[in-house]
């Protein structure tokens, strides 16, 4: 009898009690683990036809395998295995995350969800205002090669950003916009890296499965020695790295300390 252990699994079983699309997704799965797609993953129409399915059943299934990280199915856009480049960002250095996303190759984008003025006392208290001082807010999804990478959320003191009320933030880096329009290049800061555990909303925005690693990343930047910028940015565990160099005569600091309560 001839094997056919190599052929695709066409047919579904439409009595089973297990769902269609959950079929087609263990199905599916099991062709990308075989190296089946490595030429090009099928698009929505081509799945339909091969199991005889409707398009929801299949966006069913390939909505679980984006979600489980294996497929890249952005809207409008064929879907493919899900290896993306990971975007790595460096210790000790002053970076911009705009800059790292095409630096790895992929285009950056962001849905700006809000840019107003504002009064946040917490934030106000790590830029060494008042409680009651006018700050810019900025709050953006960032989108890398077109896919959730973080949820960036900014402060600056509204005397010092006002101008920036009136920039486009959709595909352009914050720290560009900041010294064209005001003449103000940070000069340092420190940051704080740990592990978070996203909101139901967070994790919608970011199309974060239910055991996906997040984690927060804390940072105020000064110059010369001045709060100016007050950012809290959530990132995608699965598409982000963080790279620190050290030397044995150097070395590099590394601070343990408890969780915050925040």
């Not at 504002?118 to 709050?139: G, I, N, P, T």
């Amino acid at each position: 009898m001839q094997s056919t252990l190599r052929q695709p699994i066409t047919s579904l079983e439409r009595d089973s009690p297990v769902p269609l699309w959950a079929q087609l997704r263990d199905d599916l799965r099991r062709r990308a683990a075989a190296g089946e797609f490595e030429g090009a993953f099928p698009s929505e129409m081509a799945l339909v036809e091969q199991y005889s399915v409707s398009r929801n059943t299949v966006r069913d299934a390939l909505r679980r395998l984006r979600a489980d990280g294996i497929v890249v199915a952005g809207r409008g856009r064929r879907p493919r295995l899900g290896t993306e480049v990971e975007i790595a960002q460096p210790l000790g250095a002053l970076y911009s995350l705009y800059d790292s996303v095409e630096a790895a190759g992929l285009e950056q984008r962001s849905v700006v969800r809000a840019l107003d003025l504002r009064c946040d006392v917490e934030a106000a208290r790590h830029l060494a205002l008042a409680d009651s001082a006018s700050l810019l807010y900025l709050e953006r999804l960032r989108l890398a090669g077109g896919e959730p990478l973080a949820i960036d959320r900014a402060w600056f003191p509204a005397a010092l950003a006002e101008p920036l009320l009136g920039a486009d933030f959709t595909h352009t880096g914050f720290y560009d916009e900041l010294a064209s329009r005001t003449g103000i290049y940070l000069t340092g800061g420190h940051e704080h890296f740990h592990a978070v555990v996203p909101s139901r909303a967070e994790r919608a925005l970011l199309r974060l499965g239910a055991g996906a690693a997040a984690f927060a990343i804390d940072r105020l930047g000064v110059v010369r020695g001045l709060p100016v910028e007050w950012r809290h940015t959530l990132v995608r565990g699965d598409r982000f790295s963080v790279v620190a160099e050290f030397s044995a005569g150097a070395g590099y600091r590394l601070d343990i300390s408890a969780p915050s309560s925040r």
